[in-house]
């Protein structure tokens, strides 16, 4: 069985890069595929080359790659797959709208439907202060036609997979589609469960609007008895470093080393985005620090708050101080009933091995739907998994796995 494996563009490691290792280790002899190939770490690849569209070789493609979202369906478009029996996408933009066969097998993880195209499009217009004027218009013209086109490639699919239950509902909203949903991998070898926590509280993520780090900055700013540690670098750090009292330290950008310290001796982290999954929600918690998050959006699916069993954090309900400082109070009064022992085994719950154990379940049952079982691909990891687990159906999947 050929394999062919495309995923959006290939320019910094995230998230989505590391589902991409993961579906590489299920399929080691696939080809690669990718709009744009600038990684400077190949290691998630494997060693393998990679197969670019005619964007690769525009001018200033490097650094100003998303300018030339217009020219992405088309160019997505002109992957040759015919020679492939089975088509896996990783797409959080155009990667799904590779053209397939009658004949071919095509299985899409979505990271998360176009957001900027869908429900976040006036977010997104006003935060690139695009709400007036021509500009405006031209961007509300192309977004239309993006929505058009998204809509249009999930045709193409014959099996989607969300990374999370609530990406599985923007997706029935975006295509009409149901999902299977299979959580992104997090690699807990990586990090270590530490029982004796500091007096600092600790979060970490790249300074964008959206992530709302100067919300978390403002609250603790408001309780100077509090000390707060930031780590992440970005477009809004003049704004935040303004907005931060003495008890706040900005490190700005830090190495892995660095962030992992700091994840192992934090008291707890907070995490104030509405995300479609939060890997770093989950990192935290392997290294045994609980969770202070926003209730809504994929924090509901990785912590676990108190007064559910093996609680791991707590939620707020709103993105104001208000509400986050009562959040914090109550993690202070209830911090007993929440272990390093809880927050390592729910981080365990969506390791690697989980991961591809899922994955391979879903491809194999939508390969057997078309009348072919991937018996090359299934060789290679019957090794690690039980034939009892690689005959999960997607439902008791996530029931074992990732329900509470």
């Given amino acids: 069985m050929k394999v062919a494996i495309v995923h959006d563009w290939l320019v910094a490691p995230g998230g989505a890069e590391k589902v991409l290792e993961q579906i590489i280790e299920c399929f080691p002899d696939a080809d690669l595929f990718s709009l744009v190939d600038f990684l400077e770490d190949r290691r998630p690849l ?13 001018p200033f493609a490097q650094r100003r790659y998303r300018a030339y979202l217009p020219l992405m369906p088309l160019a997505i478009e002109q992957f040759d797959l015919s020679p492939y029996d089975l088509i896996i996408t990783s797409s959080y ?34 935060e ?9 218009w031209a961007a509300r013209a192309l977004l239309h036609y993006l929505r058009g086109w998204d809509s249009h490639s999930a045709n193409g699919v014959d099996r989607l997979i969300a990374n999370s239950q609530f990406v599985a509902r923007r997706m029935m909203k975006t295509y009409r589609r149901d999902a299977a949903v299979i959580p992104p991998p997090v690699d807990v070898h990586r990090f270590e469960m530490c029982t004796n926590k500091e007096d600092f509280y600790l979060t970490a993520s790249r300074m964008v609007p959206y992530k709302r780090i100067d919300l978390i900055v403002e609250t603790f700013t408001a309780t100077p008895h509090r000390k707060l540690i930031v780590i992440g ?24 080393t660095v962030l992992r310290d700091h994840l192992q001796r934090a008291r707890a982290f ?19 620090t609980p969770v202070i998050a926003f209730g809504k959006g994929g924090a509901l699916e990785t912590v676990v708050p108190v007064g559910e069993a093996h609680p791991t954090g707590v939620y707020f309900a709103r993105q104001t101080v208000v509400s986050m400082l009562d959040a914090i109070d109550r993690f202070e009064r209830q911090r007993e009933q929440i272990t390093p022992a809880a927050c390592r085994a729910n981080a365990e719950r969506f390791s690697a091995a989980v991961f ?3 994955f391979m379940c879903e491809v194999t049952r939508t390969i057997a739907a078309a009348g072919e079982r991937p018996r090359g ?6 090794h690690e998994f039980t034939a009892e687990e690689l005959a999960w159906p997607g439902d008791a999947v996530r029931e074992n796995l990732w329900g509470r």
């Avoid at 439907?113 to 006036?122: E, I, K, S, V």
């Avoid at 690139?128 to 405006?136: D, Q, V």
């Fill in 128 to 136: 690139a202060k695009l709400t007036h004027g021509l500009r405006s």
């Fill in 377 to 382: 691909a299934m060789e290679r990891i019957e």
């Fill in 233 to 256: 670098d970005g477009p809004e750090m003049a704004a935040i470093r303004a907005k931060a009292g003495p008890n706040v330290t900005i490190l700005g950008y830090q190495p892995f």
């Fill in 46 to 58: 494997g060693g393998k080359p990679v197969t670019t569209s005619f964007i690769q070789r525009l």
């Fill in 270 to 288: 907070v995490f104030a985005a509405e995300e479609d999954f939060g890997i770093v929600a989950l990192e935290a918690q392997a290294c045994g």
């Fill in 356 to 358: 591809r154990r899922a």
């Fill in 93 to 126: 933009a155009v990667a799904k709208g590779v053209l397939v066969g009658p004949d071919q097998t095509h299985v899409s993880y979505v990271h998360s439907p176009m957001r900027y195209a869908w429900d976040l499009q006036h977010q997104y217009l006003r």
